[in-house]
């Protein structure tokens, strides 16, 4: 399953809730953020974006790094060149290693750029999270984005009406949390009496 939605919709929410219900997650920010971490992958980034995105310790401070590149789309285009043949990568061979476990329902992909990457064709099923722009805007200044920021990574990704019409359910987030725990388990049960 992919999920799909606007910046701060709540697709990580949703997919958490599906690993409640025994699905596998493969979060492809998280891995990312693990990926800063390797050697190699910090000589290029910092030969692309200079010593500044370094702490005192040497290592990448991701929020230094996230003021420079989601202040410039070009920025960003070069950390998504950078990173992303390396989460799909990884998502790859975890894909293979949980299709290989009975015990788990569904891989479920909680990607921001799932069908940039053309991963939405790999899907049985894809679920977009709806929520209203004032409340994502409002989720991501918690967060610490800025709204510019916000409308600078939405820019890179295809527009939220297309992800809805690749859909095949929709959540509804602009409520409680115990509707949206609602909806997932609605469509969890679908999928596994549909199979």
């Known amino acids: 399953m992919g999920i799909l939605g606007g910046i701060a919709s709540g697709k990580t929410t949703v997919a958490r809730e599906f690993a409640r219900l025994g699905c596998k997650v493969i979060d492809a920010d998280a891995i990312a953020h693990e990926l800063l971490d390797?050697?190699?992958?910090?000589?290029?980034?910092?030969?692309?974006?200079?010593?500044?995105?370094?702490d005192a310790a040497g290592k990448i401070d991701r929020k230094k790094l996230a003021g420079i590149v989601f202040a410039d789309a070009d920025k960003l285009s070069l950390l998504t060149e950078i990173l992303h043949p390396l989460v799909l990568q990884r998502t790859e061979a975890m894909i293979e290693l949980y299709g290989r476990e009975d015990h788990i329902k569904a891989i479920v992909l909680d990607m921001p750029l799932l069908v940039e990457a053309g991963w939405a064709e790999r899907?049985?099923?894809?679920?977009?999270?709806?929520?209203?722009q004032k409340m994502r805007v409002d989720r991501a200044k918690k967060a610490g984005f800025h709204k510019k920021q916000v409308?600078?990574?939405?820019?890179?990704?295809?527009?939220?009406?297309?992800?809805?019409?690749?859909?095949?359910?929709?959540?509804?987030?602009?409520?409680?949390?115990?509707?949206?725990?609602?909806?997932?388990?609605?469509?969890?049960?679908?999928?596994?009496?549909?199979?």
């Open 123 to 132: 899907c049985d099923r894809l679920i977009y999270v709806n929520c209203s």
């Open 151 to 195: 409308k600078i990574r939405e820019n890179f990704q295809i527009s939220l009406d297309n992800k809805a019409g690749l859909a095949d359910n929709t959540i509804e987030n602009n409520s409680d949390f115990s509707a949206l725990v609602r909806q997932v388990a609605d469509i969890f049960s679908e999928i596994m009496d549909n199979g």
């Open 38 to 54: 390797d050697e190699t992958v910090r000589e290029k980034v910092v030969a692309s974006f200079g010593q500044e995105v370094l």
